[in-house]
């Protein structure tokens, strides 16, 4: 089946540096890419709609310019925490979907951020 | 707006209880598809089942079973002699008809299976 992987897994940076995360879909092309957030305990928050060759589309109250996402290929998603803060700290999730057809999204097996 | 509420925040059982899992949504797309995410302890998603709104007919998977009721905007799911291994957050999720339509979850259910 469709795999989405995950780069890193987890990862702990200090406050004010930036971390990259990376999305990769292994056996299929993805024209748009999903970045969610999920704090402890709590459901999963779209961030934003990542699509190829274009800007990603934000969702409200989502810092465009703190969290920076590229989507450069058909495989590919970037998102970029910016000048990490502690607040940042959470668990990180892509999904994607197949370019072609109505198949359901894909997920990532996420990566656990912390910024101390 | 799509809205998705998963009213029972957490459910524990024990062993062999089956075990219901509600799903109430919100949308004004005529078409819409309708999932459910097993998230365990670990932390990946799991997908269980997706429904589109035109399809009606229950599903039963193994274990697992699925009541979409459309005039009451319902998609519930039940684990039927529920396991340790069953012990995670259910997820219910919403998507419109559009390509990439983004998706919505609700707040999720915490199975807790005792033995």
């Known amino acids: 089946g469709a795999v989405v992987s995950q780069h890193p897994s987890w990862v702990i940076c200090k406050s004010g540096t930036s971390v990259k995360i990376e999305c990769r879909s292994l056996?299929?092309?993805?024209?748009?890419m999903f970045w969610y957030r999920q704090f402890p305990k709590q459901s999963l928050m779209l961030m934003a709609t990542?699509?190829?060759?274009?800007?990603?589309?934000?969702e409200q109250g989502v810092e465009k310019d703190k969290f920076l996402i590229n989507h450069a290929s058909l495989t590919l998603s970037t998102l970029t925490v910016t000048s990490a803060h502690p607040e940042d700290s959470s668990f990180y999730i892509c999904?994607?979907?197949?370019?072609?057809?109505?198949?359901?999204?894909?997920f990532g097996n996420g990566t656990r951020l912390t910024v101390t | 707006a799509q809205k998705v509420t998963q009213a029972q925040t957490e459910i524990s059982v024990v062993e062999k209880e089956d075990v219901t899992l509600d799903c109430v949504y919100e949308?004004?797309?005529?078409?819409?598809?309708l999932f459910w995410y097993k998230q365990p302890p670990s932390g990946e998603l799991v997908f269980l089942i997706r429904?589109?709104?035109?399809?009606?007919q229950n599903e039963i998977s193994g274990r697992y079973s699925w009541n979409f009721q459309k005039s009451t905007s319902s998609f519930n799911f039940t684990i039927t002699a529920s396991q340790v291994v069953d012990s995670a957050v259910y997820f219910c999720?919403?998507?419109?008809?559009?390509?990439?339509?983004?998706?919505?979850f609700g707040g999720g259910t915490r199975v807790l299976v005792k033995p």
């Open positions: 429904r589109n709104s035109f399809d009606e």
């Open positions: 999720a919403l998507s419109g008809s559009a390509a990439g339509n983004k998706l919505t």
């Open positions: 999904s994607a979907r197949e370019q072609f057809g109505n198949s359901p999204l894909h």
């Open positions: 990542s699509n190829e060759g274009s800007k990603a589309t934000y």
């Open positions: 056996d299929f092309q993805a024209t748009t």
């Open positions: 949308t004004r797309d005529t078409t819409y598809y």
